[in-house]
């Protein structure tokens, strides 16, 4: 892939005069670089073809119209966000071909870190409220990729049993795990057709996409977008920041709620999105494990995922259960009345190429 010099992106973007090179920080689902120049310092990011989403058809550019689309909506709102910088000549929206590679720029955002006294847990959920009030899309169900979790019964047992074959002392893990495997997924089947609430959202609510910058944090990277349960969402996104830890996801819930999110509807699958993602990530390794795809960047190598499936079935029951069991002991966060004195969620806000 074509490597930029600082002058083709400054001169692509109309950023002034380069002051020093490209300096490459990060190299994951894309090229990543810092350029200074004699207008300001500047994100850049260079796209891979294979980059996709939920919307990838058969170009990258497919998943990029609609995710830039929404990116503007939410400038336009006034989420936090960083700024994009217009290409000279674009392909598309905001974004520029140098060479035959797709590249973006967005004003850098300097890392600081969190204040005392800063209510990350307040700006979170205020952020998701207005990202899912962007674009409600007034249909019931969740989206196919939600079913990429859902595999019958007999995969699971055919699975299973070529697995014991190689290693029988991990039968007594299948035996556990398998029950919980499969009532997750009959839930999920049930719920792809009659969640309530789907809105295109950001797609990649994670730590290391919250930067904290001098004037609070901000939510970067919206290459991700797609659409989901608004709810299923709030918990999952919820659950991530607040390590699990039922007075920190209550916070970010209720903040959630105050700003108008309705978390009723799921009642004990409010983490549902989260058991889904745990019994993906395990058939994915699994049949990495069996010969039957091969590994993703992510996994490892093969002591790795064989490890990795080892932990999963052993704490795939009670992680279930205990997920259950956070989603009805929260309820409904809008009868939280003392979220403000809870310990402080413990986020990771982290710089955007890291």
């Not at 392909?91 to 600081?112: K, N, P, Q, S, T």
Request: net charge negative; hydrophobic share 40%; aromatic share 8%.
């Amino acid at each position: 892939m074509h490597a930029p010099t600082p002058e083709e992106i400054a001169a692509a973007f109309k950023l002034g005069v380069p002051v020093g090179g490209l300096v490459h920080v990060r190299r994951g689902d894309t090229d990543a670089w810092r350029l200074d120049t004699t207008t300001g310092r500047y994100f850049v990011k260079g796209y891979f073809p294979a980059t996709g989403g939920q919307f990838h058809g058969e170009h990258l550019t497919d998943q990029l119209a609609v995710a830039m689309e929404f990116e503007r909506r939410a400038l336009a709102a006034g989420v936090d966000m960083p700024e994009p910088m217009a290409p000279v000549d674009p392909v598309l929206g905001w974004l520029a071909r140098i060479e035959g590679r797709l590249f973006r720029v967005h004003r850098w955002i300097d890392h600081r870190t969190p204040e005392p006294g800063q209510d990350i847990p307040a700006w979170l959920g205020l952020t998701m409220m207005q990202v899912h009030r962007l674009q409600p899309l007034g249909r019931v169900g969740l989206p196919e990729w939600w079913r990429q979790a859902v595999q019958a019964p007999a995969t699971w047992e055919g699975w299973f049993a070529k697995a014991r074959d190689r290693d029988a002392s991990r039968a007594h893990l299948d035996v556990d795990s398998l029950p919980h495997i499969l009532a997750v997924s009959e839930r999920i089947a049930e719920l792809c057709d009659v969640a309530p609430d789907l809105v295109t959202t950001h797609g990649d609510f994670k730590t290391h996409n919250i930067v904290m910058s001098a004037s609070g944090p901000v939510l970067v990277d919206w290459d991700s977008v797609r659409t989901d349960s608004a709810a299923l969402e709030a918990g999952r996104v919820a659950y991530i920041f607040g390590d699990g830890e039922p007075q920190q996801v209550r916070r970010i819930l209720t903040a959630y709620v105050a700003a108008g999110g309705d978390l009723g509807w799921p009642g004990p699958d409010l983490f549902l999105s989260v058991s889904r993602r745990q019994v993906q990530v395990l058939s994915e390794q699994i049949r990495v494990s069996l010969g039957e795809a091969p590994a993703a960047r992510w996994m490892g190598d093969r002591a790795a995922v064989e490890g990795a499936i080892g932990d999963a079935l052993r704490d795939l029951p009670g992680t279930i259960g205990r997920l259950r069991h956070l989603a009805t002991t929260i309820g409904d966060s809008r009868s939280d009345q003392t979220a403000g004195t809870s310990p402080e969620v413990r986020v990771s806000v982290v710089r955007w190429w890291e």
